[in-house]
Structure formats: C-alpha cells, structure tokens
C-alpha cells in the first residue's frame, strides 16, 4: 500500500499542489498516515526480531528502527525550506512524546491494572544521566558557543556523541546487560512471542522488510514535506507542528508496543522503549544532522528556547525521583501524563 500510494505521490505532486492549501495539506495527512502504518509494519518486524534476541538487544533493535525513520524524515525536511529550529524541535518533541507520553500513560494504565510494576532500577538510572548529559551538550551549551566558532562545537558534539554511545552500546551488550533486564517469574509468557517454526526464514523476512519500509518511509517523507510546506504556509500554525508530526511518526509503533507490555505487566519493556527511545534520539539524532550542517556549511539551531530547557528539566528531575525505587504505580504516570498535556499547551501556545 505504502508503494502504491508513493506512485500516486509521485504521479500527482504538482497536480495537487496546483490545487492550493487545501489540496496539499489533505494529502499530508494522507501521508502522514501511510508513513505511520509503514512505520508501524517496519516496528512489527523490529519486534519479532527483538523479542528472538531477548533484552537489551531487542529493545535496541526496536529503538534504533524508529530513530533511523526520524533521522531520514529529518534529513529530507531539512533539504527544504524548513526552520532552521527543525532539528531541535524534534528532538524536544520526542523526548517529551517518549518519557512523559508513552512512559506516563503506560505506567498509568500499568499502574490503574497492576498497582506497583517492578523494573530493574539500574536501567532508568543509566538511561537518565545519559540522556541529561546528551542533552546538556548537544541543546542547553551551543546557546553560549559563538556563531563564528559553531563548526568547532559542532565537530565536537559529534565526537563526544558518537563516545557516549559507543560506552553505552559496550554496557548495553556487555558485562552490564543486567542493567537492562528484569526477571520476571517462569508462569508469565514473553511478551509478543512468536511461533517457533520457520524462524530462519522469519529473520530473514523481517530483515527484508525493515529495509524495504525504511526506504519506502524516506521516499514518502519528501513528498509530505512539499505539500506540508504548502498547506501550512500562512496558517498561523505553531512553527513545531511540523517537528510534532516528525517526532509522533517515529514513535508511533513504541507507543502500542510500551502500553502492550505494561498492561501485561512488564513495565522493563517499557522503561527500555521509553528511555530508550529518548537517549538514542538525541544520541544517534545529533551527530548525524550535524555532520549534514558541517557538510552543507548551514548550521541548525540546537540551543533549546528557555521555555524549552525548563520543560526538559522538570521531566528529568520528575524522572529521576519516580524512577528511582524499581517500581511504578499510577501516580507517578499520571505525573508524567500531565506534564505532556502541558508540553502540547505550550505548543499550541506557540511557546
């Protein structure tokens, strides 16, 4: 369907932006909605993957399937007239979606079903001082780097990306794997397990099929991105609606994926998706659209907005006090619910 409907795309580009606002922001969403049942499939497959391999490995695969679709749709929109604030936005955007949306809906419906779900507490405790560091880095200090010394920083912001990740992935696979796993009890089955026979062939399709859905989301992006230029110039739409839209698409699959895995009581799963998620967009998210600002010579706006950094660190304080313990209850997400309820006002403030 997905391919069908890029021909279409391709076929009546000029044709329905000729046709004005309506037109254009009718196929957006149009789009929009393909790209999430693709992102959707290309997540199934990452899961059947995942849950073959086991945690940490299959949360990884999981993630790092939805930042690879956010990093492309952001590459293609950036090739456009975007804002130059795009970028940041969007990973703004996703780390309010993935910690304070998935991880407090799921631990509120987690917690309303279960009362208190256990986690491994060390997992929230790597996940949140790396992703306060990465974003310190990457989004709070490039507001006092001087504009004639940012490929400087920009250079080196990779590098140190690139450095933490590199440590992570060693403890996430390595001798610290333990951090991101929790032993549940023999009784319960996996979560999403599937079948045992044909699982040779069932990697192969599945791999098969990411890399198809990955390529078929790239070419989709850009013809979203033509029409949401037309459709929303000279709305009065809030400038991050584009990086909302960006940040929602990568995260669709992990949403169902986190609340499945809460509501059967697994809220590792969750912990690992929604922290998960965050770190390895801003991580993997940064250093890649920074080597195509040094590239191109354009530099993009990271500093995050005051309203922005205040935001990131009421999350992450709120954070680090609920997940501290090894469990969660309905409190703590509702707590984290109401903070994206308010990350959306201020959006449709403008702010």
Request: glycine content about 6%.
């Amino acid at each position: 369907m997905a391919l069908a409907i890029a021909v279409i795309a391709y076929v009546g580009e000029h044709s329905v932006l000729e046709m004005g606002q309506t037109a254009s922001i009718t196929a957006a969403a149009a789009l929009i909605a393909t790209i999430v049942l693709a992102s959707m499939r290309v997540a199934h497959h990452a899961e059947t993957l995942a849950v073959k391999v086991g945690d940490p490995y299959g949360t990884m695969i999981l993630t790092l399937s939805a930042v690879a679709v956010e990093v492309i749709i952001l590459a293609i929109m950036m090739s456009g007239e975007s804002s130059p604030t795009l970028v940041r936005d969007t990973i703004y955007a996703a780390v309010m979606l993935d910690i304070n949306g998935i991880l407090g809906l799921a631990a509120l419906l987690g917690g309303l079903k279960h009362g208190e779900q256990p986690y491994n507490d060390d997992s929230s405790r790597t996940y949140g001082v790396m992703i306060l560091t990465a974003m310190g880095i990457s989004m709070i200090v490039p507001e006092f780097i001087p504009e004639a010394k940012w490929h400087y920083y920009s250079a080196f912001t990779i590098v140190a990306m690139i450095a933490l990740y590199a440590l992570f992935l060693r403890m996430q696979v390595g001798k610290h794997s333990y951090f991101f796993s929790y032993s549940y009890p023999r009784t319960e089955k996996k979560l999403g397990m599937p079948e045992e026979h044909h699982e040779e062939e069932s990697t192969t399709t599945s791999i098969v099929t990411i890399l198809i859905g990955v390529v078929l989301i790239g070419t989709l992006a850009e013809f979203m991105s033509a029409f949401m230029d037309t459709g929303l110039k000279g709305t009065g739409a809030p400038p991050a609606i584009a990086a909302i839209v960006v940040a929602a698409i990568s995260a669709a699959p992990e949403i169902l994926t986190a609340l499945r895995a809460a509501l059967r009581n697994r809220m590792q799963a969750t912990v690992n998706i929604a922290l998960g998620a965050s770190l390895s967009t801003v991580i993997l998210t940064v250093p890649v659209m920074e080597a195509i600002a040094l590239y191109t010579g354009q530099p993009f706006i990271m500093a995050m907005s005051p309203v922005q950094t205040v935001m990131i660190m009421i999350t992450l304080i709120v954070a680090a006090i609920n997940l501290n313990d090894g469990e969660t209850n309905a409190i703590e997400g509702m707590t984290h619910f109401i903070l994206f309820a308010t990350f959306i006002m201020l959006t449709t403030l403008g702010l």
